[in-house]
């Protein structure tokens, strides 16, 4: 079976501290993702890497930063959380390879409550 | 700029009943594909089928299907026979040429009751 990994489902933060989420993939996908999931909005893409140590910005990545270091992690970093940070994370991965849907697999989501 | 729209925020439906959930799309490309995707309340997204742009045949998977409407930029899906356990967040989404980002809308909540 497939699977994408979310190091925490749940965390609690206070505002400033430094917030690592992690992502581990076990499909060798090139693609990574993370969105961020807030009612009435919908999933909105942060950052992607489409490959090791590649990387770039969806369409909210101000206040956050990424990391990919190996092919099967990737994490998203909030170097001073905020309360409007405060949100569910989701993170993703896709092959590249031709054939089939392309579809994103995701993980199980990591809520994030900063105080 | 691509674009998803879901207009329906809540839809109810009777258990058995069939159902429509609306998605349209907003895209100058000719080459695309759309998604449509399940979340239970456990939260864990599940991919239910896809629709690519030069697909001649509506998509279908099970009591699944997809209504495609190229002209009028709709990917309606449709849910035949529902089950309580269709109850769910239901999201429609799309990736464009060239790029592997999916954007999605902003999600329909289905409610299926006895």
């Known amino acids: 079976d497939v699977k994408v990994t979310q190091s925490s489902r749940y965390l609690v933060k206070r505002t400033g501290e430094k917030v690592f989420l992690e992502c581990v993939q076990d499909?060798?996908?090139?693609?990574m993702f993370w969105y961020r999931q807030d009612p009435g909005l919908g999933l909105r893409l942060i950052y992607f890497?489409?490959?090791?140590?590649?990387?770039e910005k969806g369409d909210i990545p101000e206040g956050y930063s990424v990391s990919r270091e190996k092919k099967e992690r990737f994490s998203l970093i909030l170097e001073s959380a905020s309360t409007n940070q405060t949100s569910m994370y989701l993170c993703?991965?896709?092959?590249?390879?031709?054939?089939?849907?392309?579809?994103?697999?995701f993980g199980e989501g990591s809520r994030l409550t900063v105080l | 700029a691509q674009k998803i729209t879901q207009t329906q925020p809540g839809m109810f439906v009777q258990e058995k009943e069939a159902v429509t959930l609306d998605c349209t799309y907003d895209?100058?490309?000719?080459?695309?594909?759309l998604f449509w995707y399940k979340q239970p309340s456990s939260g864990e997204m599940i991919f239910l089928i896809y629709q690519g742009s030069y697909d001649e045949q509506n998509a279908t998977e099970g009591r699944y299907s997809l209504n495609f409407q190229k002209a009028r930029k709709s990917a309606n899906l449709v849910i035949s026979a529902s089950q309580l356990g269709d109850s769910a967040m239901y999201f429609c989404a799309m990736r464009g040429p060239n790029t592997d980002k999916l954007i999605f809308g902003t999600g329909t909540r289905l409610q299926v009751f006895p």
């Open positions: 895209t100058s490309d000719q080459s695309y594909g």
């Open positions: 993703a991965s896709r092959t590249r390879r031709q054939g089939g849907t392309g579809e994103l697999f």
């Open positions: 499909m060798d996908h090139e693609n």
């Open positions: 890497s489409y490959d090791v140590k590649m990387k």
